[in-house]
């Protein structure tokens, strides 16, 4: 009730925010992970698994939701992981589905070997590789719903690794998969970096 009378109506008003915000959902982590009490750093701790001869459970630490609209930009810090993949699912997609391996997900796929490091784009089993010259410590993942691009840099040189080609509807999430000990940090709330507006 306004106490001071009546007033004209208010025209509505579009509010946005310039950055992507959202929280890794600890039900989606699987028992040999842990996700830190804020919520935004994986762990895989090598001496929590020694005592299996196979880890069989690769399935993906899943962000919440995000409206499949306009421009979603978020960082993925990995620090003596070597594989892991980072990447996007549809919110249809299940846990269990291999990321990159379905219709309903993309991702950059990281491995060391022997001969030194291996960088894949994978969607719907295909794979892309990719030779990269600096190793990206720091991943930019960048959904243009816009246009209907998915895109990963190397956040630290801003070099452009690759880009998938989808109209995003409904809503995706955001997927991470450590594969051997290490951590993976997620960076929420950044800026839409120069290098991703120009991309």
Not at 49 to 72: F, K, Y
Request: charged fraction near 15%.
């Amino acid at each position: 009730v306004n106490t001071l009378g009546t007033s004209d109506t208010s025209k509505p008003a579009l509010i946005s925010t310039k950055n992507t915000r959202f929280q890794l959902n600890k039900e989606t982590v699987p028992p040999h992970l842990q996700l830190s009490e804020a919520g935004t750093v994986i762990h895989f701790d090598e001496l929590a698994v020694e005592n299996e001869s196979r880890l069989t459970d690769c399935s993906a630490v899943l962000g919440e939701s995000l409206p499949a609209r306009g421009r979603l930009y978020w960082e993925a810090i990995v620090d003596r992981c070597e594989a892991y993949r980072i990447g996007v699912a549809n919110s249809i997609t299940t846990r269990s589905s291999s990321l990159g391996k379905n219709r309903t997900s993309w991702c950059m796929r990281y491995y060391a070997t022997p001969a030194g490091h291996m960088y894949e784009f994978l969607h719907n089993g295909a794979s892309h590789d990719v030779l990269i010259t600096d190793f990206p410590a720091r991943v930019g993942v960048f959904v243009n719903c816009d246009i209907g691009q998915l895109s990963f840099f190397n956040a630290q040189s801003g070099q452009l690794l690759h880009t998938f080609q989808h109209q995003f509807t409904g809503f995706v999430c955001p997927a991470f998969i450590i594969e051997q000990p290490g951590f993976l940090t997620v960076c929420t709330g950044a800026e839409l970096p120069e290098f991703a507006k120009c991309s």
